[in-house]
C-alpha cells in the first residue's frame, strides 16, 4: 500500500507540472521577424508562383517605399501580376484551389479587400497553369511595429506560397485601432475586431471549466501506474465506482442542456446569419498574348564560387518584330540587362533592393533577334542572393531543376514574357 500510494503522489504531481506547462505555453509568444519564405524549398519559389509588376502604395494613391510610414487605420494597397508556372512541380499537387491574401508576421494587418483579374476573391478559385493573373490586396494597419508585408496565393496542399515584400513602419497606438463595417440588414458594426467579444469569453470560460472539472475529478484518483497496477492485480473494477458513473451522467446531461441554451440563445439574439461560403469562384486568366516568344535550355549550371547562375538558351522569335532580353527573374530575384533602356525603366523606385542584384544580368548578345530567328544566347546572373535567399541549396534537390521568366522588348516598348525551365548542374569550375 505505501508503494502504491507513493506512485500515486508522484503521478499526480507529474501531471500537475504537465497541465501548469501546457498552460504557461499560451501566454508566451515570441516575436515574429521576417523573410520566412527563405526557408521554404528552391523549387516552390522558382517553379510555382512567379510575381511581377508588383507595385505598394497607400491608400491614397501615394508610392510606398520600403520601411514608410503608415499610421494605424490606413490603408496599404499591393498590386501586380502573378504568372502560375506551367512547369509547376509533380511533388506538388496542382493549383486546383488558391486563395488570396497577404503574408505577414501575425495579424498585424487586416485584410480588407482582394481581387483578381477585376472580380472580387473572397473566395477560393482554382487557377490555370502557364497563365497570367492581375491581384489587387487591400490592407488596413492594425499593430505598430516594423513589419514585413507580402502578397501571397494559399494553394490547398501546397502551403503559401509568397511574392516579394516590403517593410512597413506602422505608427500610433494598437487601442486607436477601428475596423467597422455596415451589415446586409443595415446595422453598423463599430469594430469588427471586438464585435461579439464577451460572448466569445464567455463560452470559453463556460467550456473550460467543464473541462478543468472532469479532469480534475479524475486527477485527485490515482492516475497511470496505480491504476496498471490495479488492473494487473485484477481490480480493475474498482477503478470507476458508482460515483464516477452518477457524476459523467449528470456532466451530460447538462452538457447536452448547456447546448440546447446557447444555440436558444444565439438564436434570439442573431435572427439573421448567413452560414460560412462553401462556394468557389470561377475567375478566368488574363488574355494570352497574340504574339510569344519561345525560350528552350540548352545548358544551365550554377557556380558555385562566383554565385552565379549560367544559362545557354535558345530564343525563338515569334512576334512582328526585332526583340531583345531585358530581364531574367526567379524566386522573386530580378536580373535586369542594364543596357535595355525599357528593362531598365520598368523598376519604379520604390521597388524593394532586396530583390535587384546589383550586376544584374549579363547576356552574351544584346543585339535584336529578327522576327522568326532562333539564337542561341548565353547570360550569367551573378549575386550573393543566390546564397542570401538559400536558393542555391536546389542542388540538394531530388530533382534539381529551376524555372524563371524571361522579359523580352521591341523597340516600341511592347513587352513579352517567356517561361525558361530546365535541369541545372553545380559547378565548381568556371
Not at 61 to 74: A, C, P
Not at 133 to 150: D, E, N, S
Not at 178 to 192: A, I, N, P, R, W
Not at 242 to 255: A, F, N, R
Amino acid at each position: 500500500m505505501a508503494q502504491l500510494r507513493f506512485l500515486t503522489h508522484m503521478s499526480q504531481i507529474l501531471m500537475g507540472l504537465l497541465v501548469l506547462i501546457s498552460l504557461s505555453s499560451v501566454f508566451y509568444a515570441a516575436e515574429a521577424g521576417a523573410h520566412g519564405e527563405r526557408n521554404q524549398e528552391p523549387f516552390l519559389r522558382m517553379r510555382t508562383l512567379h510575381w511581377y509588376d508588383v507595385v505598394f502604395t497607400h491608400g491614397d494613391g501615394r508610392v510606398f517605399k520600403d520601411g514608410d510610414e503608415i499610421k494605424v487605420n490606413e490603408e496599404l494597397v499591393m498590386t501586380g501580376k502573378v504568372r502560375f508556372f506551367g512547369r509547376w512541380p509533380r511533388q506538388l499537387p496542382p493549383p486546383e484551389l488558391v486563395f488570396l491574401g497577404a503574408a505577414s508576421p501575425g495579424p498585424v494587418f487586416v485584410k480588407k479587400e482582394t481581387w483578381l483579374n477585376g472580380k472580387s476573391a473572397i473566395q477560393s478559385s482554382p487557377a490555370v497553369l502557364g497563365r497570367d493573373y492581375h491581384f489587387k490586396v487591400i490592407l488596413i494597419a492594425r499593430v505598430p511595429g516594423k513589419h514585413h508585408i507580402h502578397p501571397m496565393f494559399n494553394v490547398k496542399d501546397a502551403s503559401g506560397l509568397v511574392g516579394p515584400g516590403m517593410w512597413t513602419d506602422v505608427t500610433g497606438e494598437f487601442s486607436d485601432f477601428k475596423y467597422s463595417v455596415k451589415t446586409l440588414t443595415g446595422e453598423t458594426v463599430e469594430d469588427l475586431d471586438t464585435y461579439g467579444l464577451d460572448s466569445i469569453r464567455q463560452w470559453t470560460f463556460t467550456w473550460v471549466g467543464v473541462a478543468l472539472f472532469w479532469l480534475l475529478w479524475w486527477l485527485r484518483r490515482p492516475l497511470l501506474l496505480p491504476r496498471a497496477l490495479m488492473v494487473k492485480a485484477g481490480r480493475d473494477s474498482d477503478l470507476i465506482t458508482s460515483t464516477d458513473k452518477k457524476v459523467g451522467l449528470v456532466l451530460m446531461v447538462g452538457i447536452v442542456l448547456l447546448v440546447i441554451y446557447g444555440y436558444k440563445t444565439t438564436v434570439e439574439k442573431y435572427p439573421r446569419t448567413i452560414p460560412l461560403q462553401a462556394g468557389v469562384a470561377e475567375i478566368n486568366p488574363l488574355p494570352l498574348a497574340q504574339e510569344s516568344v519561345m525560350s528552350a535550355v540548352k545548358h544551365a549550371t550554377y557556380y558555385l564560387p562566383g554565385r552565379t547562375v549560367k544559362v545557354d538558351m535558345e530564343i525563338t522569335n515569334n512576334t512582328s518584330k526585332a526583340i531583345r532580353l531585358g530581364e531574367f527573374s526567379s524566386a522573386n530575384l530580378r536580373f535586369i540587362n542594364k543596357v535595355i533602356p525599357e528593362a531598365v525603366a520598368s523598376v519604379t523606385a520604390n521597388y524593394p533592393q532586396e530583390y535587384l542584384p546589383l550586376t544584374g544580368l549579363v547576356v552574351s548578345d544584346s543585339s535584336p533577334i529578327a522576327p522568326g530567328e532562333s539564337r542561341t544566347i548565353h547570360i550569367d546572373a551573378t549575386d550573393g542572393a543566390w546564397e542570401v535567399e538559400r536558393l542555391s541549396s536546389l542542388m540538394n534537390d531530388p530533382d534539381s531543376s529551376f524555372g524563371a521568366l524571361l522579359f523580352f522588348y521591341n523597340d516600341d516598348g511592347e513587352r513579352f514574357v517567356s517561361e525558361l525551365y530546365g535541369a541545372i548542374v553545380p559547378t565548381f569550375q568556371d
